[in-house]
C-alpha cells in the first residue's frame, strides 16, 4: 500500500493549526492542502472523516513528545516512558522526570506530567465541534452514526485519561468554546465529582459500543475505535471506579461486580485470545494479533522514538534511557513459582537463573545474551558499565531494556527505519486481568478468578506454573497484583495500579534500587544492592496529578486546583 499524508486543520478554540498523519492504508486518496477551511470540512464527508482520523492524534505541547512525530492518543512510545515515575524504571538522562520521583512535582514544575490537562480538553472541544456539526455533513444514516460513535469514543478516551491523572474535572459535554466568549462564569469551572464524571464516560463508551464495528474492515483501518476498543476501555474505568482511591477507600461490592461484568463483556465477544508465538514477539507483530484489542500503528514513514537507540546499552552505542529497577527484578518469581529471595544463598549466587520467562523479554541484565554478544554490567571492565564507551550512558540501575526493543533493527544510524513497533493501548491479557481482581474482589477467588490469570501464567512461551489452590481473598489480592506487575510491565499501568489501590505511599517511597555488579581477578561475581536515584519520595497528594498553573491563571483562578498543591 502507499502511504498518503494528509494535513487537517486541529480546531481549538478557534484557532487553525495543521498537523498531519501518516496512515498505515490508504485512507483517503486526495491532495493534500496548506489549509482546510472549516466549510470545506462540513461540505465533503471524505474531509470530514480525515478530520475524525486526526482525533487520534495529539498535538506537542513540550519537548521529546513524539520525536519529531505527533503525539498518539496517549503518552506511548517517547524518550521518557511513563513507567520512569514508577518503582519500574528510572530515566537515565532525567529529562524532567527525577524531580517528579523525588517528590517534588507542583502546579509551576510538571514535568512529562503536565501536557494531559491541555492536550485531553483540547481534542475533547475537536470531538464537540465534529459531533454539533455532524449533522450539516452530506452522508448515509449508517455511516454518520458509526463516525458518532467514533468521536464519542475518541473523547471518552480522553476524559478517561483526565479522570485517571486529575480525579475531579470539568464535563464540558457538547459544549464548543469560542473565542470571544465569555468565560467569566464560574459554572464554566466546576469540577463533577469523581462518580459523575465516570458515570458520563461510561455511558458514553455504553453509546459508542452500540455503533462501532465488531472489526475492522473496509473502510475501517486498523487503528480506528471498534466495539472491543470501546468495551475495553469501559473495562478499565469501571475497574477503576470501584478501586480504593475512587472511592473513599470503601469497598462496594457492586461497584467490583459491575467491573467484573465489564470485563467479561470483551471475553464474551469470543474476539479476542491470548498471543501464543512468545511474550517478547507480543509487542513486534507488525500488524494486529489476536490479543490486540486498540493500537496505535506505525510505520516506516510514519515512525516513533527509535527504541533500540534511546534505551540501548552504552557498549552498543546505545543511550540507557528507561533502565529497569532492582525492586521490579526482584518481584519476578522463580521458575517453579516459589518467590526469588537475597537471602537464599543459591539465588543470591545466580540471580538470573530459573526466573519467569518474562523477565527474560524484559529486561536486559549482565550476562543476557543479545546481539552478537553478552551483556556486560560488570565492574571493572564491563563493556556496558561505566567503565565501558560513552559513560555517561551508562545504566544507573544496572539494568536496561529489553521488552519491545526489536533486535532485527540497528541501534547505529537506526533513524530511517527504526521506531515501527506498535503501541498497544488495550490487549486481551489486560481484560483478563482486570476480570480477576474485580470477580475476586466482588466473590471471591472462584474457579473463573484461576482461570483468567492461570491462562496468562500457562500460555506458549511463558509457562509458568498455576496459582496454588485454597488461596483466600486477599492472597488472591496479592497475586493479582503482582501478575499486573509483570504482565503489563513498562505499558503505563503501574502508575495509575498502585495509585488507585492507593498503595503508591508505600511502594513509591521505597528507594530506586538497582544492582552493582563486582567481577574477581577469578570470574566470579557479587552483586550488591545499591541507590539508583536518590531521595525518591511520595505525598499523598501526588496521587493526583496538579493542574498546571497556567491553567489556573487562564481561568482567573476560578479553577481549583487539586488538594495538597497550593
Avoid at 470483551?266 to 509487542?283: A, E, I
Wanted: charged share 25%; hydrophobic share 35%; proline share 4%.
Amino acid at each position: 500500500m502507499k502511504n498518503k499524508k494528509i494535513i487537517i486543520p486541529l480546531l481549538a478554540l478557534g484557532l487553525s493549526a495543521l498537523t498531519t498523519i501518516s496512515c498505515k492504508e490508504d485512507y483517503l486518496d486526495i491532495v493534500p492542502t496548506d489549509r482546510v477551511s472549516d466549510a470545506s470540512i462540513l461540505n465533503d464527508s471524505t474531509l470530514f472523516e480525515s478530520y475524525v482520523i486526526n482525533r487520534y492524534l495529539g498535538v506537542r505541547l513540550t519537548n521529546k513528545e513524539g520525536d519529531g512525530n505527533v503525539p498518539g492518543f496517549g503518552r506511548g512510545f517517547e524518550y521518557a516512558l511513563w513507567s520512569s515515575l514508577t518503582d519500574e524504571s528510572i530515566y537515565n538522562n532525567d529529562d524532567n522526570t527525577w524531580f517528579i520521583q523525588q517528590g517534588q512535582l507542583s502546579p509551576e514544575n510538571t514535568g512529562i506530567a503536565g501536557t494531559f490537562w491541555g492536550r485531553s480538553y483540547r481534542s475533547i472541544r475537536e470531538c464537540n465541534y465534529a459531533l454539533t456539526n455532524i449533522s450539516e455533513v452530506g452522508m448515509s444514516e449508517s455511516y454518520e452514526k458509526i463516525l458518532t460513535a467514533e468521536l464519542r469514543f475518541i473523547r471518552a478516551f480522553r476524559y478517561h485519561d483526565l479522570i485517571r491523572n486529575y480525579g475531579q474535572v470539568v464535563l464540558m459535554g457538547d459544549k464548543v468554546s469560542q473565542l470571544g466568549e465569555d468565560f467569566s462564569d464560574p459554572a464554566f469551572y466546576e469540577k463533577a465529582s469523581l462518580d459523575e464524571g465516570l458515570a458520563y464516560v461510561t455511558a458514553e463508551l455504553d453509546a459508542a459500543a452500540a455503533d462501532l464495528p465488531a472489526q475492522n474492515s473496509g473502510n475501517w483501518k486498523e487503528g480506528r475505535a471498534t466495539k472491543g476498543a470501546a468495551l475495553a476501555l469501559n473495562a478499565r474505568l469501571k475497574l477503576y471506579a470501584a478501586s480504593p482511591l475512587y472511592t473513599g477507600g470503601q469497598n462496594d461490592a457492586q461497584k467490583w461486580q459491575e467491573a467484573a461484568q465489564a470485563a467479561k463483556a470483551v471475553m464474551d465477544m469470543q474476539q479476542y485470545s491470548l498471543y501464543q508465538g512468545g511474550y517478547g514477539q507480543l509487542f513486534l507483530t507488525p500488524n494486529s494479533n489476536v490479543e490486540t484489542i486498540f493500537a496505535r500503528y506505525y510505520n516506516i514513514n510514519s515512525r516513533h522514538t527509535a527504541l533500540e537507540i534511546a534505551n540501548g546499552p552504552n557498549g552498543y552505542d546505545g543511550w540507557a534511557g528507561n533502565v529497569p529497577l532492582q525492586n521490579l527484578v526482584d518481584d519476578y518469581e522463580m521458575m517453579d513459582g516459589s518467590d526469588f529471595s537475597w537471602d537464599n544463598p543459591e539465588q543470591a549466587a545466580a540471580p538470573y537463573e530459573n526466573r519467569d520467562p518474562r523477565f527474560y523479554e524484559t529486561v536486559l541484565y549482565n550476562g543476557a545474551d543479545y546481539r552478537d554478544r553478552q551483556v556486560e554490567t560488570f565492574i571493572p571492565g564491563g563493556r556496558d558499565s561505566k567503565d565501558g564507551p560513552a559513560n555517561w550512558n551508562t545504566t544507573k540501575s544496572g539494568y536496561y531494556l529489553r521488552k519491545f526493543v526489536d533486535e532485527s533493527l540497528p541501534i547505529q544510524n537506526p533513524w530511517n527505519v527504526a521506531g515501527t513497533q506498535n503501541w498497544t493501548y488495550f490487549r486481551y491479557a489486560e481484560v483478563l486481568l482486570n476480570y480477576a481482581e474485580a470477580q475476586n474482589e466482588a466473590v471471591g477467588p472462584d474457579a473463573t478468578v484461576y482461570d483468567a490469570v492461570n491462562s496468562i501464567r500457562s500460555r506458549t512461551g511463558v509457562e509458568m506454573p498455576d496459582l496454588p489452590t485454597g488461596l483466600s481473598q486477599s492472597e488472591m489480592r496479592e497475586r493479582i497484583r503482582r501478575e499486573r506487575r509483570i504482565e503489563l510491565a513498562f505499558e503505563e499501568h503501574r502508575y495509575y495500579d498502585v495509585r488507585r489501590w492507593m498503595t503508591a505511599d508505600v511502594v513509591e517511597n521505597k528507594p530506586a534500587y538497582g544492582i552493582e555488579i563486582i567481577k574477581a581477578e577469578d570470574g566470579s561475581l557479587t552483586y550488591n544492592r545499591m541507590v539508583s536515584l536518590q531521595g525518591k519520595s511520595f505525598s499523598t497528594q501526588h496521587y493526583w496529578l496538579p493542574i498546571p498553573r497556567a491553567e489556573i491563571l487562564a481561568s482567573n483562578s476560578q479553577l481549583q486546583q487539586n488538594p495538597g498543591y497550593n
